[in-house]
């Protein structure tokens, strides 16, 4: 379940996320952010009345600990990384945003043989060496290696190291951070003006901005608590090629020989640590199988 999860998250911020924002090109960047935060919280807030998780009349069915305190550093990273990110589009730094989703993933990596003491078999560390190699390729195309990067890339990875080390239920978990970002986000959009709409249309859009942004979450928190930071890592290599794919094809965009070829080593370092990690699999299925001689005669 945790690869269906990962898989899940990494396509939506892949292809659902970047649809439905380019949907709401007359929204400011940072008013699609204070929607997101708002819906999302009410979103996360029905779902866990519904799930019987969360009673408004009562307690909550945690009670609060120290290591909960880590979920409010998680809210303060993950609100960092969307303002960043934002920044960084509204000031024409888009490169520097998609090198840091190529970046991050090599974070999570290190983090996860650094911090949780993950080993790497030899062929998953040609897998790191190769999508390394695509992302040098991608910083010697740009030039330099700017600190807009550095900072996504290493702000996504803490937030998804401290969502594995901390036990609990992914919807719990998000909505704690919600409730911590919730009071800015209301804050900005009592004082913001009120953009222009096209109608109700473009208030549903907003609306389901809570979803777009809470189901992903919520998947990748799930998925985190189940697979090694490395898989994670490396998988998380799915959103922005996906992305690349869609800009191309759908939006028309051209493609540099550069990023081409990041594409092509990025993908052949995927396969590589797929094919990688269904061989032990293969491997144990192969052993319980019964031979002749185990067969009622």
Request: hydrophobic share 60%; glycine share 8%; proline share 7%.
């Amino acid at each position: 379940m945790g690869l269906i999860y990962a898989l899940g998250a990494f396509l939506s911020w892949g292809i659902v996320v970047p649809v439905h924002f380019r949907l709401l090109d007359g929204v400011p960047a940072w008013g699609i952010l204070a929607h997101r935060i708002a819906w999302s919280g009410l979103f996360v807030a029905l779902l866990l009345v519904a799930l019987r998780l969360f009673r408004p009349a009562g307690r909550p069915r945690f009670a609060f600990e120290r290591r909960h305190g880590f979920l409010l550093l998680s809210a303060v990273i993950i609100a960092g990384n969307w303002s960043l990110y934002l920044w960084a589009v509204q000031n024409g730094r888009m490169l520097d945003a998609s090198l840091g989703y190529f970046i991050n993933p090599l974070v999570s990596v290190a983090l996860g043989a650094v911090v949780l003491r993950e080993s790497l078999r030899p062929l998953q560390l040609a897998a790191v060496g190769l999508a390394a190699i695509g992302v040098t390729a991608a910083v010697v195309a740009a030039g330099t290696l700017p600190w807009v990067a550095l900072a996504l890339a290493v702000s996504f990875a803490v937030y998804a190291l401290i969502r594995k080390m901390v036990p609990i239920d992914p919807i719990l978990g998000l909505f704690a951070e919600t409730v911590v970002l919730l009071p800015a986000a209301l804050a900005y959009l009592a004082v913001a003006p009120t953009p222009p709409t096209q109608g109700t249309g473009q208030w549903l859009l907003l609306m389901l901005t809570g979803v777009t942004t809470a189901v992903p979450l919520m998947w990748f928190a799930a998925a985190a608590s189940r697979l090694k930071l490395s898989t994670i890592g490396l998988l998380q290599y799915l959103a922005p090629s996906c992305l690349l794919i869609l800009s191309v094809v759908v939006y028309g965009e051209s493609l540099p020989p550069s990023r081409a070829l990041v594409f092509g080593l990025i993908w052949a370092a995927l396969a590589l640590y797929a094919f990688d990690a269904a061989r032990p699999r293969r491997a144990a299925t192969l052993a319980r199988a019964p031979g002749p001689e185990d067969r009622p005669a």
